[in-house]
């Protein structure tokens, strides 16, 4: 492709990409097609010879546009969002240009002295302690496996790296603990760093859903009794299920008692800590050894983009860092070099999305988007508890609601409610109008609405009410 | 950001991008910053009130372009390249600005067919076995990581997942085997999965720098008189070094023999098998159970964009499944949900700019391009063999050429070759008109040029040729 035709369909999809901005509500939230529906479409093998870019695009609107689920919608209330904005498109767009890899100072040095300036202002904005250095990683599972790789070479002094798990460094088994309601990426990335499932540790959670100090502390003391080596503390700020806000500063307390290393997946709830009035939801913070929260979730910036932060970038480093030959440059001694921060090598030019997004919003700005989105919830949880067949499930801190239909009342059996409940979610989802996402609490199904989007406004979320309201008059006599 | 001002700098930016690739040789390729420079013209704290675009927009250029190492350079002949192309770009445009997840089917139905569609195109025109199923990763550091946990819990009857390396499970330590000239990932990878740095066993190389089969044997059969678990062998088609080639049918027969897992790193090199006269590099794959290599390198797709192939994906899906109840959906035994095949969670749709690059090029397309450069590099050799004060110091099977200058001859130390060789990239890279790393072989320092960018031409190897040329009248006599 030549520059100008580059040119010309450039200047094609940036219209094209406006439009579908401006108009993504007049598409079913969640994607219609049937499994194996997209692929049937798409030739099983590849073309010889080049085709035009007026066929390409042209399927990619016939084809892939209604394979897709529209995360960027405004009625888009599932999981927790991954949300954008035109500022970030444009950046990505740049990056993309550029197509540079951040591996190294010299490999652009304005990758790796931008993401320094940005990460520290995500610092300043967060209220994060002074000393914390930050790195952009793609998402919070890979910065949480480096935080348990470094909590593991630390319990190690540096040998597990070395030697290995079976090397005879350890005299016991090295434990994890987090909530039971803590991501699946703790476990997942556990197994990954060898530790094994059997050795993370579900301390409980109160009825709010957040990890219980005191049971932590007993499972710490029970496990050196046993010849276990406790190693590392998992806290969430905003579980997955309900934002549940798991309380650092005991936590910590306890961490730095029995000497363990303390991270903090905030992965969504991060975000909430650039308001004055949310930051105490990090109260604890200078007493943890790692943080992470996504940019990409809640902060308007193209996933993905993670922010992860250490205490002490040594420890990062040298657990992570490995040099050979064809990667030394004379500056190694004197820049950063981000190679040395993650588990991959490559690294794409993130930082240039955060700085146009925060530059573009200002502080203050994204502080009045992250207020709307937390009243509307607040409003949402309301509706919820007014109506005398719906009922909350958790407290909302944050932007999410758990919440339920239940017409029948204190005697209505679990699985009649999880019947019900999947019936909603199912005929309000398949609606086309909003899409929202389910989990369990205490072994109850819930439903769960989460407001994030960019686009998202009031009456967006008092749409998703009445289409709520709506299925129930279908549902409500249905029971057993 | 409203639409309409999107819509706005949107057409800015493409013009912007079109001119830059058009004019990028008119930029040195190696930035020129120094340490901080950068850093030092962005504020040190995050702006509260928005900014406007322009100002975003002019501070990008002004600040961060003179930060930037142009790996679109045409002149780029550094690392191996990490290149792209148009159509590429306009793909990532579109990925940005849907922004999706694609790590659920229901998430973007379209983004898991088309991947599951254009991994088949990739293996079918690399020649791999029909059984292989593909997965897009971020780097091969990734994918090599999947790979090693793999090997770890087939090893394990799939109980270090559960129980951990200290659960009692494996009676001695796991052993990796790959060569000497292995990417340092592999070692990096092993530490993290836990088996340590100590349990990565470097295999002999020949004069090619290939590994040698006879040793691999040899070590294998020695670890398990002594009580050693052979686990896995990661062999390279491409060292990053050199682009020696790891024979894969001996390397594989011994690795069945001893029923060891099997992964190919052939990050860059794989590309080059979609040449019908280049297949053979690959041969022997029928033996392998993963293989890896990255489009981004050298497919003109941007980076990142790592093709992981298996042939057993319920090995992969086993080893990294984990299944919360907020992530299940009703179609999860109908689909393919690839937040299974990897580390991650969450993923970007990088299906598209496969599909974009693939059909736009046309399979002859690219194989044309490729061609090129094979081309190229070797009449690159050619000059380097012809000239007196250079020599070769590896066999140059593909795209990429290790050379000294050395006009002293044979009676030369190492260490005056290496102090000269230096000043030699040195110069040549602040010159600003090419862009070339180094490695050393066995221990000998060489300079080492790959060419592989999107845009490079004959005329561009040529012009790195004379700028080499050009640096030895000055070196020339400067002995010790």
Partial sequence: MDHETFRRYGHELIDWVADYMRNVETYPVLSRVSPGEIRDRVPPSPPEEGETMEAVIE???????????????????????????????????????????????????????????????????????????GVIQ?????????????????????????????????????????????????????????????NVVKVDV??????????????????????????????TVGTTSSTALDPLRPIGEIARRYGLWLHVDA?????????????????????VDSFVFNPHKWLFTNFDCSAFFVRDPEALTRTLSILPEYL????????????????????????????????????????????????????????????????????????????RFNPWGEGASAEDLERLNKAVLDEVNRSGRIFITHTKLKGDFSLRLCVGQTQTQRHHVREAWEALCETRTVKKHRKG
Same sequence: chains 1, 2.
């Fill in 59 to 133: 399927d990619f609107r016939r084809i892939i546009l209604p394979g897709i689920t529209h995360w960027n919608h405004p009625r888009f209330f599932a999981y927790f969002p991954a949300n954008h904005s035109g500022p970030s498109i444009l950046a990505e767009l740049l990056s993309a240009a550029l197509g540079i890899n951040a591996m190294l100072w010299q490999t652009s040095p304005a990758a790796t002295e931008l993401e320094e300036r940005v990460m520290d202002w995500l610092r300043q904005m967060l209220g994060l302690p002074g000393e914390f250095r």
């Fill in 267 to 287: 992965a969504l709830a991060g975000s909430a800590a650039i308001l004055p009035e949310k930051r105490w939801i990090l109260d604890g913070i200078e007493l």
């Fill in 328 to 403: 030394k440059t004379d500056l190694d001694r004197q820049v950063t070099n981000f190679r040395d921060w993650g588990i991959q090598l490559g690294r794409r030019f993130r930082a240039l999305k955060l700085w146009f997004v925060i530059r573009s919003y200002g502080v203050e700005g994204l502080r009045t988007k992250l207020r709307d989105h937390l009243r509307w919830a607040q409003e949402f949880k309301e509706w919820v508890e007014k109506d005398p067949d719906f009922e909350i499930l958790a407290p909302v801190p944050l932007n999410t609601v758990c919440f």
């Fill in 206 to 235: 109160d009825a709010a859903f957040a990890m219980v100090p005191e049971d932590l502390e007993k499972r710490i003391l029970a496990d050196r009794n046993s010849g276990l080596i406790p190693c590392c503390v998992v806290a």
């Fill in 138 to 198: 793609d998402t919070a599972s890979t910065a949480t496996l480096c935080a348990l790789i470094c909590a593991r070479e630390r319990s190690s002094g540096f040998r597990i790296n070395e030697k290995g798990f079976m090397g005879g460094v350890m005299d016991g088994a090295l434990r994890i603990y987090t909530s039971g309601e803590a991501h699946s990426s703790v476990e997942k990335d556990a197994r990954i760093a060898g530790f094994g499932s059997q």
